[in-house]
């Protein structure tokens, strides 16, 4: 399902980080507390003072600290939430990449998954058989299985521009969940396809 946990790595060094990070955030505000607690100490005085006298550049220095705890907390604690891997939506695992303990690095393979929602299947036509199609997205189309399973499905887009190395031009047909039901409609399967 969307957003199950399917990698989870180790994470001891993100949450050291957002701990300090949360630190120096709390230390900005503290600091930005005690400044304004001598700018008042200082306006009660009643004399005139310089901008430095009055803490003017302690506070913008304060709160310019305080910013950039702030950015380093939250870079911290997206480091945090990059440390595990996530499902982007409904799927179905085609094949798994990785091994428990195994190093990851930024751009790695790690599941090859397919939505659960629907699958697309590509039929390619010659040309001869390209003019005789007189076809509109969102037709009615049928799939059938080697099993004489037959699923309903629509074409999804029609591909007019030509491959270079088949010298073939594409529809795209969609059936919708193709998981369901006691025989799947698998990836990768031979079909027969109905206009």
Known sequence: NKGRVLVRQQNYIYKADLATAKARVASAQLEIARIKNEQYVASKSGKAQSAFGRFEPHLHAANSDYIAAKASQNLAQQHLNDSQTLAPFDAVILSVHLSPSQWLNT????????????????????????????????????????????????????????????????????????????????????????F
């Open 107 to 194: 751009g790695d393979l790690q599941y090859r998954i397919a939505a659960s929602i629907a699958v697309d299947i590509t039929v390619e036509l010659s040309a001869q058989q390209w003019r005789r199609m007189t076809l509109q997205e969102g037709g009615p189309v049928s799939v059938k299985t080697p099993d004489d399973i037959t699923w309903p499905a629509k074409i999804r887009y029609l591909n007019p521009i030509m491959d270079q190395t088949t010298r073939q031009r594409s529809i795209v047909i969609e059936v919708l969940n193709p998981y369901q039901g006691s025989t799947p409609l698998l990836p990768y399967q031979q079909l027969q396809v109905t």
